[in-house]
Every structure is written in structure tokens, then in C-alpha cells.
């Protein structure tokens, strides 16, 4: 049966970039729908295609101006390559993808690493031992990449432990495990964050040296 392609609209990023939107929600399956047209689009390229770049529920197409500028002079390059996305997504037939891997990430939830986690327990109404309990107590799909090389976006916490950003962002040390909302992440490099940080992983989530440089990907 064919996929059905969730409402959609198409706007421009800049001049050189435009984003298929879903709406403004967090929903695992749409998603895993995201991830499967990004596969789509990487393996089989539009005309003047640079990448795809998944996110929550949308996802944007980064193009050459000057190659669809030349290729048809006469049309704007942002209406060449949305005539071309909205053909894809008409025809568009999910492939098999593998579903992603399921990756261990140890976390030391010691005060000397996790300056937020009294903080968050006390505004939740939660004994410490609880908030790490139910944070460690499932699994997380990595929706997308972001803000920084590697920086994961994971859901979904348990609404008992969500917690809103800090107003002012601080000084945050590679590997911090935060919480924001009923996100939580990882920083992969000291930066400044305003996310409230509850442990720290000793594993290194971005390696610009290696093949693969992120830990982590879409879908995992």
C-alpha cells in the first residue's frame, strides 16, 4: 500500500536552502517518516542536491544556487528544486532501513558532575534517587542532530522529571547529560548550555578524527 505523505508546506532557508515542514510537534513515528524520506534523499540525490539534514518533524534540503542557476537560467533555483521535491514526495516509497542501533551510554550522576540534579529533584517534588531511576529507566530515540557537532535531541523523559531550560545559558563540560523540557541530550563539547545538567557519560559523542565522527544518529 502506499505511503501517505503526512500536510506539509515548503519554505526557503536563505537562498540556497529549502525545509519540507510537518508541523511544529515532537511524535516518534512522524519522526521515523522523516528519517526514512532523509535515506531517501541521500541515496538518490535531486539535480543539484547537497544533502538533506533531518530534524524533529521536518526536513531541509541544502542545494547548489549556481548549478540549478545554470541548468535553467530562465527559473528561480528555489522553484526548480521544489517542483523536484514535491515530484519525490508524490512517488515516495519508504525502503527497507535498517531500524536503528540501540547504543549504551554510561552516566555518572555524582554532584560533582551533575551541578542541576538536586535543583531539579527538590522543583519536582522527588527524592535524587528517583529523578536517576526514571531517567535511566528506558530507552531514547535519538529524533535529531544539532546546536553543536553531535549534539543529540532524546525522548522522550517522563513528564515527573521534565524540567524547563535555565533562562541564562552557563559554562557546560563535554559529556554533561542535560534535561530540557522532556528532551534530554548530551554535550559533546565544553559550551556554553542552558539545559539543567544531571550527569556527565565519559564516552567521547564527537571525534572529528574518525570515519564516523558522531557517536550517534538519527533514528538510533
Known sequence: ??????????FPLGDSALT????????KELNKQVIQLFH???????PGM??????????????????????APESLAFEQIRTAVEE????????EVSEGRVITIPVCYHPDFAPDLAGLAAARGLPVEEVIRLHTGGGYQVYMLGFLPGFSYLGDVDERISMQRK?????VAAGSVGIAGRQTGIYPLASPGGWQIIGRTPLRI??????SPTLLRQGD
Open 40 to 46: 531517501a534523499f541521500s541515496r538518490q540525490p535531486l
Open 88 to 95: 519525490r514526495l508524490a512517488a515516495f516509497e519508504p525502503s
Open 167 to 171: 533562562q541564562q545559558p552557563v559554562p
Open 50 to 71: 547537497i544533502e538533506a539534514v533531518p530534524a524533529y518533524s521536518s526536513l531541509t534540503i541544502y542545494f547548489d544556487l549556481f548549478t540549478l542557476r545554470r541548468a
Open 20 to 27: 519540507i515542514d510537518f508541523g511544529n510537534v515532537i511524535d
Open 1 to 10: 500500500m502506499k505511503t501517505v505523505i503526512p500536510a506539509y508546506r515548503i
Open 206 to 211: 564527537f571525534d572529528p578524527g574518525s570515519e
